[in-house]
């Protein structure tokens, strides 16, 4: 079992940014893939970002903005967001699944821990 929780998340002026975090539980963190995904409201959860062994993969909505990053030692993902705009305005999701899982990290059907949620929002 891997418990997440998020943090970081809050109000920001388009064109700023923030730093998501997401402590795991667990003695094998650094053996797990890890991501995060995205919900606004009436929307599907929509995948942001993610980090396979030392492969990262993003949405194209946030490549270029957005960069993934672990810390195996303090057991914590980051997503540190950059240039924010209103449509980025979600509640961001942490994730995690075993490491070397099969199917892309892309399908929020193919993880298997979710955090809590942390809201992002973002004004014009």
């Known amino acids: 079992q891997v418990q997440l929780v998020e943090s970081g998340g809050g109000l920001v002026q388009a064109g700023g940014s923030l730093r998501l975090s997401c402590a795991a539980s667990?003695?094998?963190?650094?053996?797990?893939?890890m991501g995060w995904f995205r919900q606004a409201p009436e929307k599907e959860r929509e995948f942001v970002a993610a980090?396979?062994?030392?492969?990262?993969y993003y949405s194209d909505s946030v490549k270029g903005r957005f960069t993934i990053s672990r810390d195996n030692a303090k057991n914590t993902i980051y997503l540190q967001m950059n240039s924010l705009k209103p449509e980025d305005t979600a509640v961001y999701y942490c994730?995690?699944?075993?490491?070397?899982?099969?199917?892309?990290?892309?399908?929020?059907?193919?993880?298997?821990?979710w955090g809590q949620g942390t809201q992002v929002t973002v004004s014009s």
């Open positions: 980090i396979r062994f030392e492969t990262t």
């Open positions: 667990g003695r094998t963190f650094s053996s797990y893939d």
């Open positions: 994730t995690a699944r075993q490491g070397g899982a099969y199917g892309t990290p892309r399908d929020r059907l193919n993880w298997n821990y």
